[in-house]
């Protein structure tokens, strides 16, 4: 009987539940398993045992069932660190045993060990350390297996990679011709690259099916997943060992965005390993093509044998997707990705040309009429974090950038600038280098070349030998323009190019494809902006060594994420033009650099955001940019109210700073033109101000002057309430006196409900609930009197944040500071969070509670994250606290910072960014409304105009908090481009506050962003 024919009797659970007691003197029950031809069986026996019942095809010979379990057993020897199935012997020792079954086939019976997971096809997202563990455990696996040997491993099987050319003969039987083409590319892909190979590559007994129904992944959390175990060795055979890693990256590219970033992860996992050579790296991608090729073509000629099981057909269309993904990318580069991913020198060729290149770097001609090693030269910092193009992108227009770099040139008396090599850089903004539509999305930022700045009509040399390869125009804007590639030769017979962008077009007009260039020859002219792509005068020089067959598309500027491999590919220009080193800049410290200092020179209480910290160098509006030049939505940080960098408060200061900065001991017009401006958006009576550095100062300030005014000495505060980092806010801070380090509270310390009507002591259809939580403020006055303390003030934020994005009940604090005032205390409303318009329906989040405090308090948000922050109160405590001792902040009111005050208080009124904030903000609590509906972790969305809260629970009823998948929200929002945090006493809150610049295309990115991380496993309650 053949494996492919139809089984007469197909064994049942009952059927499977009787093999158990009979065969192994088990009593279990029996739930069918899916298998291509076996009958497979989960088994939960009597005493909780979970073990798998194997009854095999009647085709399938007692050899190949012993090669699985010896194959098994070996691994449990050599590899007992691998959680794979266990074989369990029978009743009488054996470990497979030959049952005749109800339709009067031979059949064999086998028992194995239940894992435990679930399968990878399951799972989601496939994190790339959850595909590094899978490569490591199948190197591992591989690894042991090498001492194995078994004559069944040896078989003719049609998932043999080294067999694959087996399905010539069935591609026509595929469906559609574009479907049978790319088929037929994997095929002439494997011929090229794979059989010239074949004598050459390793062989060895492989488990050979790591397909994404086959691997077992650990429970969502703990973070991160691990593999499990794999399951079903039916395809275990002696063959290509490297085909083991090439099957598993088959199947671990289906459904992926960048199918090629998630192979590499799994081959980096299985070289560490089990370390691979040149030549497998070489064969993998073909062979990982050539597998999906097999498998879309035996799904094709198995729907003829079974049209209606669902198993032979169940990766079809994620494969056929697959393909079509994979037919995008060249098989040379992404044999250049995996030997990066492994270690080696991503282009194999590229040591021995730079050695070349070095070599003939001192005899290759100047480029330039002048000579590049000795000409006077000026290099310029282009990058992400150039102080010279600094935050603006209207910097990085041609107009500006060409004043700027050829103003530079000429203040240094040079005719030549250079641009540097493998730097990443914010001037590529156009469609050209990434979408459109999504603006956080990884864009190409790596410069692969030098740029020569020169006057447009500037003749240009070949530096070597060479003959003309390809002549363009690139005419769409920013791009090329026209170009033209040299090929050469190296003295070994190693071919490679060199590349010259935004010339003239009549350079062009005068050279021919094949024409012979002879070193020092000119042959070329560097094009003015109106004929070069639009850029400033420059020519783009870049070595090549490999073009992809991409011609005149071959980029001059990477991804981030690929750039060993294009730097591999395009060496440093300087090997041949030999511009000075001691004229480059020093190079921006690496990450793992900053990172180390960082943690050497700074305190270790000093934390980092994410689990992945990010190096921020720039920052425009609401978008923050790393130091690769990627582009990270801004939703979290409230302290640049008006936008990062934003430039009438960037004009102001740098103006000011550049006349004058001193301290408020000498009279000056900016302090005082300051707390007018401010006073006129306070009422009455809070008319006195007094200015500092920051929200902790602010604070701090604010309790002397209660203290003063009372003579008193106790605070009320509120539960997880935070109001700054001095010794003194630590000690009326729950948030930190009660968290790790804290020493508990102080006597003079008294603590109030939190008023918080989603998870409080009183809820939000309690109408009264407001007076309730204030009863609570008024019994400890009371107690407080009757022990004859005194409350010096009342201080709370007027919307806590680090509560949790709290809103209180209405009537709240009007019952509060009524209470408050009564026992001869001070209120003190906390805005440095809220105030100042973020709120949208009021300027101030005192006035939603309908209260006029006798304190307010303002943090850096006011000087748009200058060091600015404030008290204003009345004229009655302000007099209060003149008793002799002296007031003074060195640097408090000075005349740079009042300078930036004033321009964010006329940013807010002449972009009306109140108003965007309850327009927007209202527009996003809307959709996150609609968020809610259909994903059951978000338990509350509160909150106003920009400051809002995600509540994010593990059970609506019970409310309990979900802070673990709030932590892995956050973090992949921030692997997404966008920047949250988490705030409230559980660190569940997903706070926003972004910029008050924000608008409701962000809030849309918002949206989809989070409407896709939310489905994710371990994002669900």
């Known amino acids: 009987m053949l494996l492919e024919a139809r089984v007469a009797h197909r064994v049942t659970e009952a059927e499977a539940t009787r093999l158990a007691r009979d065969i192994y003197g088990l009593e279990a029950s029996a739930r069918s398993l899916p298998g291509e031809y076996d009958d497979n069986f989960h088994l939960t026996a009597a005493d909780g045992r ?146 010239p190979r074949l004598p050459r590559l390793r062989r060895s007994v492989i488990y050979g099916d790591a397909n994404d129904y086959n691997v077992l ?181 041609t107009p500006a950038l060409t004043e700027t770099i050829f103003g530079e040139m000429r203040r240094a008396g040079v005719r030549v600038g250079v641009g540097r090599y493998n730097e990443a850089r914010p001037l590529y903004r156009s469609p050209l280098f990434g979408s459109v539509d999504n603006p956080v999305s990884e864009r190409r930022t790596i410069h692969l070349g030098i740029d020569l700045f020169v006057e447009p009509g500037t003749a240009l040399r070949a530096p070597l030998d060479g003959v003309v390869q390809l002549l363009a125009n690139n005419a769409a804007p920013l791009d090329y323009g026209p170009l033209v590639i040299l090929r050469h ?35 070329a002219r560097v094009g003015a902006s109106d004929e070069n792509g639009g850029w400033p005068a420059h020519v783009h020089f870049q070595i090549i060594l490999d073009l992809l067959d991409l011609g005149a598309d071959f980029p001059g500027v990477a991804y981030a994420s690929q750039r060993a491999v294009w730097t591999s ?31 050497a020179l700074l ?25 690769t030049g990627r582009a990270y939505l801004d939703a979290y940080n409230n302290v640049p109210l008006v936008g990062h960098s934003h430039p009438r408060v960037v004009r102001a200061a740098q103006q000011q700073l550049a006349l004058l900065n001193t301290n408020t001991r000498y009279l000056h017009d900016n302090v005082n033109r300051y707390a007018e401006r401010l006073i006129q958006r306070l009422p009455e009576p809070l008319r006195v101000c007094f200015f500092v550095n920051s929200g902790s100062e602010a604070n701090e300030l604010a309790l002397r002057l209660a203290r003063a005014h009372t003579g008193r000495e106790d605070v009320i505060v509120l539960e997880h309430a935070y109001h700054g980092h001095t010794n003194t806010l630590i000690d009326i801070s729950p948030y930190k006196f009660n968290g790790p380090g804290g020493r508990g509270k102080k006597p003079w310390v008294h603590v109030a409900p939190l008023a918080d009507d989603y998870r409080g002591l009183y809820r939000r259809e309690d109408q009264q609930a407001g007076a309730r939580y204030a009863r609570h403020v008024a019994e400890i006055l009371q107690r407080t009197a009757a022990e004859g303390r005194g409350v010096a003030a009342y201080i709370a934020e007027t919307l806590p944040s680090v509560g949790g994005q709290i809103v209180f009940p209405p009537g709240y604090l009007q019952q509060v500071y009524k209470h408050v005032r009564a026992g001869g205390s001070v209120c003190i409303a906390d805005e440095v969070q809220v105030g100042f318009g973020r709120l949208g329906t009021h300027f101030w989040g005192f006035e939603t509670q309908g209260v006029v405090p006798d304190m307010v308090v303002l943090g850096k948000p006011i000087g748009n994250a200058f060091p600015l922050a404030a008290v204003v109160t009345t004229k009655e405590i302000a007099d209060s606290s003149a008793n002799g001792m002296e007031f003074f902040s060195t640097f408090g009111g000075n005349p740079v910072a009042c300078a930036a005050g004033l321009a964010v208080l006329e940013v807010l009124e002449e972009e009306r960014l109140q108003e965007n904030a309850l327009r927007v903000g209202t527009y996003l609590k809307n959709e996150l409304k609609a968020l809610q509906e259909r994903h059951a ?85």
């Open 937 to 1021: 972790l978000i338990g509350d969305v509160r909150g106003s105009g920009l400051f809002l809260g995600v509540d994010l629970v593990l059970d609506r009823e019970t409310r309990q908090a979900a802070p673990r998948q709030a932590s892995y929200v956050v973090n992949r929002l921030r692997e997404c481009g966008i920047l949250t945090g988490t705030d409230g006493p559980h660190h569940n809150v997903i706070k926003l506050r972004p910029p008050l610049i924000f608008t409701e295309k962000d809030a849309d990115l918002f949206v989809k962003t989070l409407d896709e991380v939310l489905p994710e496993d371990p994002a669900k309650p």
């Open 50 to 195: 979970e073990l798998v019942l194997k009854v095999m095809h009647p085709a399938r010979e007692a050899s190949f069932i012993d090669l699985q379990c010896k194959a098994l057993l070996h691994l449990a020897e050599h590899a007992p660190q691998l959680p794979l199935p266990r074989v369990l012997a029978n009743r009488q020792g054996e470990r497979f045993l030959q049952i005749t079954s109800a339709d009067g086939s031979r059949r064999l019976v086998w028992l194995l060990s239940f894992l435990k997971g679930t399968v990878l096809a399951e799972v989601r997202p496939h994190a790339p350390e959850l595909l590094r563990d899978l490569g490591r455990f199948l190197g591992e696996m591989d690894a042991a297996l090498q001492s194995f040997e078994h004559p069944a491993a040896h078989r003719e099987l049609k998932w043999d990679s080294s067999r694959a050319l087996w399905i010539k003969e069935f591609v026509p039987e595929i469906e559609g011709a574009e479907r049978r083409r790319l088929v037929e590319k994997c095929l002439s892909l494997y011929e090229a690259e794979v059989v």
């Open 217 to 397: 992944v650990s429970d969502p959390w703990p973070q991160p997943r691990k593999v499990t175990g794999v399951i079903d060795f039916g395809d275990m055979h002696h063959g290509l060992t490297v085909s083991e890693a090439a099957i598993a990256v088959a199947y671990t590219m289906l459904g992926k965005r960048d199918p090629l970033k998630a192979a590499s992860e799994l081959v980096a996992g299985y070289h560490g390993a089990f370390p691979l050579n040149h030549e497998e790296v070489a064969a993998l991608f073909p062979l990982m093509a050539a597998r999906l090729a097999v498998s879309v073509t035996n799904s094709a000629e198995r729907k003829k044998v079974k049209p209606d099981d669902g198993y032979v057909t169940v990766s079809e269309e994620p494969a056929w997707k697959a393909l079509e993904q994979i037919a995008k990318i060249h098989h040379r580069f992404a044999h250049y990705a995996f030997r990066a991913v492994c270690g080696m020198k991503p282009a194999p060729k590229a040591e021995k040309i730079e050695r070349w290149l070095t070599a003939s770097g001192e005899s290759a001609a100047s480029i330039l009429d002048v000579d590049l090693r000795t000409a006077p030269s000026l290099v310029f910092d282009l990058g992400v974090g150039s102080l010279l193009l600094g935050a603006d992108p209207s910097a990085s227009e």
């Open 569 to 599: 590919l395009s060496p440093d220009p300087n090997l041949l033009l030999g511009i000075p080193k001691d004229r480059f800049p020093a190079r921006e410290t690496s990450f793992e650099d900053t990172l180390e200092k960082r943690r």
């Open 489 to 523: 030769e190296t003295s070994a017979g190693d071919e490679f190019f060199t590349l010259y962008g935004h010339l003239t077009t009549q350079t062009l007009n005068a050279l021919k494809v094949g024409q012979r260039i002879l070193q020092g020859q000119e042959f």
């Open 603 to 627: 305190g270790k209480n000093l934390s980092i955001s994410y689990q992945r910290p990010l190096k921020i160098v720039r920052g425009w509006m609401h978008y923050l940019y790393d130091d």
